[in-house]
Structures are given as C-alpha cells and as structure tokens.
C-alpha cells in the first residue's frame, strides 16, 4: 500500500525555520522524483521545490530558491523540505508527491502519489 505522511509543520514567526518531513512506503523511493507543493486559503496549489529521481537535478519557485532546500534518504524512504527565512506569504498547506523515473518537474499532473498535507503557518 502506497502511504506519503508529511509532518513538521506548524505555527512559527516570520524569519524563523521548519523542516518538514515526509515518509514514504508501498513503493521504491529511490526511483522516484520528489516534489513539494502547497496551497494557501483561496489559491490554487502551485510547485515550491522538486528533485530528479537521480538527484542530479534540483529546482525551486522563484519565490523561495535561496531560502528552502529539498533533499531526501533513500534508505529510510524520508523526504524533507528545509524551509528558513520563512515569510508570512509561505502560510499554506505543503503537500509531498512523487513521480516514477521523474526529472523534478514543476507541473504536479506529472506527480502518481500524493501525501495527505501539513499545514505551515508563519506569522508576521
């Protein structure tokens, strides 16, 4: 059975930092890409970070590159989402996904296996 749990999430101040964290099972892990997306009250969901299943690749929205870092364990099936410097605007519901042999994209129709969500809150 195919499970993403995503946890971490939480109340925080602006510039503080979350690390959220996502465990994966029913499937291999290391051949697949990992992405993080979320979705704040009234918007539609849109991509914060991704990963190739190689690892080679690595891409960020605009609106976060230089403040989240994705990465990943293999071995424990983990995937995690280092997020600093957090704005009130990152307020949202941050969901993992993964993608079979992907490349890290940003178009989450590309994504077979979501997670349930964390709620992330940064106050101002």
């Known amino acids: 059975q195919v499970q993403l749990v995503e946890s971490g999430g939480g109340l925080v101040q602006a510039g503080g930092s979350l690390r959220l964290s996502c465990a994966t099972s029913?499937?291999?892990?290391?051949?697949?890409?990992t992405g993080w997306f979320r979705q704040a009250p009234g918007k539609e969901r849109e991509f914060v970070a991704a990963?190739?299943?190689?690892?080679?690749?690595?891409g960020y929205a605009d609106s976060v590159k230089g403040r989240f870092t994705i990465s990943r364990d293999n071995d424990k099936n983990m995937v995690y989402l280092q997020m600093n410097s957090l704005k009130p605007e990152d307020t949202a519901v941050y969901y993992c996904a993964t993608e079979a042999r992907g490349q890290g994209s940003s178009n989450a129709d590309h994504y077979d296996y979501w997670g349930q969500g964390t709620q992330v809150t940064v106050s101002s």
């Open positions: 990963e190739s299943w190689t690892g080679a690749y690595a």
């Open positions: 029913g499937f291999p892990l290391r051949i697949y890409a």
